[in-house]
């Protein structure tokens, strides 16, 4: 009885597992059924199979390149992390990312049947039934291929032919992002994976890929699987999914139905992670990390792995590809080959440089040729080479991204290859075959475009780049890849809430002749703005950054009441008393050094390689650190602080002082140094305290500074026992060269951030909700006595005043003059996008683009960082707002971002650094947008 029980339980487990494998292999052939026959079908099916269910035996195994997984630098994205076979009468299918190839097998032996080359990697499992196999490619194509392995038809995903660098690859802004799904004659797809250049999903008759429907207006990025359930096609999305109309592709408002957890297979002498299986009669194939491996019923002894012979005769001469390299100086990024003979000077430059090769010819059967033969040398295995077939103006080549570009051929370069060229400092090479090797350098940026060197972008606090370029409509440059690792962005990979490693509001970004500046936790680093790629990282002192209960900014959390005593904090080489931010350290990006107020020191490096160039320490007596940085051409304007005005001010804790000290937290000095030679100009010594970061600004030859403390350091302070000045809070103006005081104005009202602009010699001092100086102490106005709490809308107070002498050009106090404020000529625009007129204070006034007359006009921002601008878009967040044809504000769906200004034009493109990859915002990557005209 006992022993009928356990055969029992055992057949039950057995008949378990085998019904999920069956239910799990219509989720990977992706049939069409009704969700109850599904269910019927899957049971009779694991009945029959339930008596051999865990009898399949190790018949073959297909060692194959290590995958590199597109989202392997991303928080929780385990998309195409092994391979991914399908089974299908007798053969097995697998997709590759290393060589863009279909390989179909012997699904009995594992043999090479045959493999159809894309031109991009292959990263989703292919379908499949009697007759053809179809694959979808980040090539932006869905490939029908016959069972022999010729083309069939192939029908573009897109709207155009256009490529972009995702995850470190050349491929299609519009790459196939699931897996296709096959019912009943009609084959589903989805091309594109970001919002901002569009979503289509499609219907295709299978046996010939005539389009049925396409949807287009899917607001979601795509991943994994389509499912197909009683007539309605589940799209799946990292942030948000869709239900269509299968037959028509209307979107339903239903939400989609979740799929059951689907059980592996129960086999062994699968090596590496089990990533996918398929499961067509006695064949069961199953992908990992290493490889396909297949089973049968048979018992097959010794398994010998089978893979690919290299082919490495004749050698491969590599004369040619040295020279041009040496002569060319480059040896990393992106290498443009226009024009194909042989594929030797391919085969050369991925040998000799750790280039990334992109070569492209007219002639289709050369470039299969050439495909076979480079693959067969095993030279796409370390994912670094692409071949395409086209000419340039119709490939759709991304501009900018080529640090080299060089021919096979003696054909004149089109002027479309010639847009590709890297700026400061892409080589383009001539030769004749290696007897002349000409070189010419593009120099400088692209015509039009600016960096953006400080925090507020300039030393003026302008928030407003000259950048032309960036502007409506923007289209994917790059995206993923190394810059999206978390380690760059004090964000870690741990919970919001946990503590060290991690931080909602980051050192924001600065862009510098094509170099994207990044700090992380210890760690000071440099990405291309134009590919992506991380070009060097050197050392920072280490800090504590502190998260807590209830999240917050900084270190303000009831979990760490006094964090300047904190034992663990006291253990890193910044202790929380010495530096002026919640995370990382205030810094200036110049072509020529990057200077970091790091605590003790002042460090410098080299933005070409990242080498330390020289450190200093505080320029006067007195225990002082460093605190923010701003350049005005030779002349670095520094403040400095005393450590322990932090713990006096409590700064940080309870709300008080926001980001650490942001510009709430007072400093102690001011001091000018000589950039270059480290020599101090002169001193200044604070009445209350200089605010740190927007409280301080340079231009028309002055250094303008605000000399003031809040309410709550005030009162911080006083129970520490300080005694305060007699004079008022006070907005100074020294002279650049000197530190003479050129002028001064006593403050009655509250002033943070101050903005000076060049072209009226103007300085921008508001007041967001009006708070007094009265009887040596700040009075909130703003405050209801009743409910005690303040009135977000209630009036402030904005002033211009004059440069040259502190005059008032004008003054206004009828709004809530909401900070930091954007200057971009003569218009203004608070935090949340209300606009006004620099000559005059008064709201601005545009062109109606409805009614051709004059209005005011404003737009509504969202989230919680504040607005930056170049000269054609107001960017926060996710969105913007285009300036150029004042169409409206722009949301850019699927990019969740941080609290640091995350869209940042410089440089000729959007930059946007991945300040999304904490707490829930870990599907985030970074990426750059450029202009895009219509399709």
């Known amino acids: 009885m006992q022993k009928t029980a356990t055969s029992t339980a055992r057949w039950t487990n057995g008949l378990r597992k085998q019904f999920w494998l069956c239910w799990g292999e219509f989720q990977m052939t992706q049939r069409s059924l009704s969700r109850p026959s599904c269910l019927v079908f899957a049971i009779l099916l694991a009945l029959q199979s339930s008596g051999r269910g865990d009898d399949w035996r190790l018949a073959w195994k297909r060692d194959l390149p290590e995958r590199a997984p597109a989202w392997r630098h991303t928080q929780r994205m385990t998309m195409d992390v092994g391979y991914s076979p399908v089974a299908a009468n007798g053969m097995v299918f697998v997709g590759c990312e290393h060589n863009s190839a279909l390989l179909a097998l012997d699904g009995q032996t594992g043999e090479e049947r045959w493999r159809f080359f894309t031109a991009a990697p292959i990263r989703h499992a292919p379908a499949a039934d009697d007759m053809r196999v179809y694959a979808g490619s980040d090539d932006g194509y869905l490939y029908c291929i016959n069972r022999a392995g010729a083309l069939v038809w192939k029908i573009r995903g897109g709207p155009a032919a256009r490529l972009v660098i995702g995850h470190e690859r050349i491929i299609s802004a519009w790459p196939i992002s699931t897996r296709p799904l096959l019912a009943d004659g009609v084959l589903y797809f989805v091309a594109g994976y970001w919002p901002v250049d569009g979503i289509f999903v499609h219907a295709v008759e299978a046996a010939t890929g005539k389009s049925i429907w396409v949807h287009d207006s899917a607001e979601l990025r795509p991943n994994r699987q389509l499912t197909l359930v009683d007539g309605k096609l589940m799209v799946d999305g990292d942030n948000s999914s869709a239900v269509l109309d299968a037959k028509t592709g209307v979107l339903l408002k239903e939400k989609p139905i979740k799929s059951p957890a689907v059980e592996r297979p129960q086999v062994s002498g699968v090596q590496g992670n089990m990533s996918g299986w398929s499961q067509f009669g006695d064949v069961l194939a199953v992908g990992s990390t290493t490889g396909v491996f297949g089973f049968s019923k048979q018992a097959v002894q010794n398994v010998d792995a089978q893979h690919v012979e290299q082919d490495e005769s004749p050698a491969i001469d590599t004369s040619l590809a040295k020279a041009i390299l040496v002569r060319a100086g480059v040896a990393q990024g992106y290498c443009l080959v226009a024009g194909l003979n042989d594929g030797a000077l391919v085969a050369g430059l991925l040998r000799e440089s750790k280039l990334h090769v992109v070569a492209f010819d007219p002639d289709e059967s050369k470039v299969a040729r050439i495909r076979r033969a480079l693959d067969g040398r095993g030279l796409f295995d370390d994912h670094r080479l692409c071949v395409l077939v086209g000419r340039p103006e119709e490939i759709g080549l991304p501009p900018y991204f080529a640090s080299l570009i060089v021919s096979e051929s003696d054909h004149a370069l089109a002027e479309a290859a010639r847009e590709s060229l890297r700026p400061y400092g892409g080589a383009l090479v001539s030769h004749n075959k290696g007897a002349a090797i000409t070189i010419a350098l593009r120099d400088g940026p692209p015509a039009g475009a600016a960096d953006w060197t400080h925090e507020f972008r300039d030393a003026a606090n302008s928030l407003a780049s000259p950048d032309a370029l960036v502007k409506a409509p923007l289209g994917l440059l790059w995206y993923g890849g190394e810059a999206a690792h978390a380690r760059f962005y004090f964000d870690g990979n741990v919970d919001h809430q946990s503590g060290h490693g991690l931080n909602p509001q980051p050192v924001p970004a600065q862009i510098v002749e094509g170099r994207m500046i990044l700090q992380g936790p210890g760690l000071l680093a440099a990405v291309d703005i134009y590919t992506g790629r991380v070009l060097w990282e050197s050392p920072l002192p280490t800090m504590y950054t502190f998260g807590g209960a209830g999240g917050g900014l900084g270190i303000h959390s009831k979990k760490h009441p006094k964090p300047w005593e904190y034992e663990e904090a006291l253990k ?132 303008y500074c605000v000399d003031l403390i809040t309410d709550k350091i005030y009162d911080k302070l006083k129970e520490a026992g300080r005694k305060f000045p007699t004079s008022p809070p006070t907005l100074y103006a020294l002279d650049l060269t000197t530190g003479k005081e050129s002028w001064q104005f006593p403050l009655d009202v509250y002033v943070q951030n101050i903005v000076y602009c060049q072209s009226r010699d103007l300085l921008l001092a508001p007041c967001r909700n009006l708070k007094e100086w009265r009887d040596g102490r700040w009075v909130d106005l703003s405050i209801d006595i009743r409910r005690g709490v303040r009135d977000k809308k209630a009036a402030g107070n904005m002033r211009a005043l004059r440069g040259k002498d502190g005059s008032v050009a004008w003054e206004v106090a009828d709004a809530a003059y909401h900070s930091p404020h954007i200057v971009l000529g003569d218009l203004i625009i608070d935090r949340y996008g209300v606009t006004y007129d620099l000559a005059s204070g008064e709201r601005h006034l545009r062109m109606s683009p409805e009614t051709g007359k004059e209005e005011i006009w404003s737009f509504k921002k969202g989230g919680c960082n504040h607005l930056i601008a170049c000269e054609n878009l107001v960017t926060w967040r996710c969105a913007y707002y285009d300036l150029a044809s004042h169409s409206g504000v722009k949301s850019l769906t699927g990019m969740d971002a941080g609290c640091s200004p995350t869209l940042i034009p410089a440089g000729g493109v959007l930059n946007i650094p991945n300040f999304g990859t904490h707490h829930k915002r870990n599907r985030m990557t970074a990426m750059a947008l450029v202009h895009r005209p219509a399709e």
């Open 572 to 703: 890193f080489e910044v202790a929380p008393t010495e530096r002026c931010r919640a995370s990382g350290f205030d810094c200036v990006s110049q072509p020529d050094g990057i200077y970091i107020a790091a605590g003790k020191e002042l460090l410098r490096f080299d933005p070409t390689s990242g080498e330390l160039l020289s450190r200093q320490p505080a320029p006067i007596d007195g225990d002082l650190r460093w605190g923010s940085v701003r350049i005005s051409g030779d002349t670095l304007l520094a403040t400095l602080f005393r450590p322990q005005d932090i713990a006096d001010a409590q700064a940080g804790f309870d709300g008080n002082g926001g980001d650490w000290g942001g510009d709430r937290m007072p400093m102690s000095h001011l001091v000018a140094l000589d950039r270059h030679s480290g020599k101090l100009l002169w001193s200044r010594q604070a009445n209350w305290g200089f605010l740190n970061r927007s409280g301080i600004c340079v231009g028309g030859g002055n250094v």
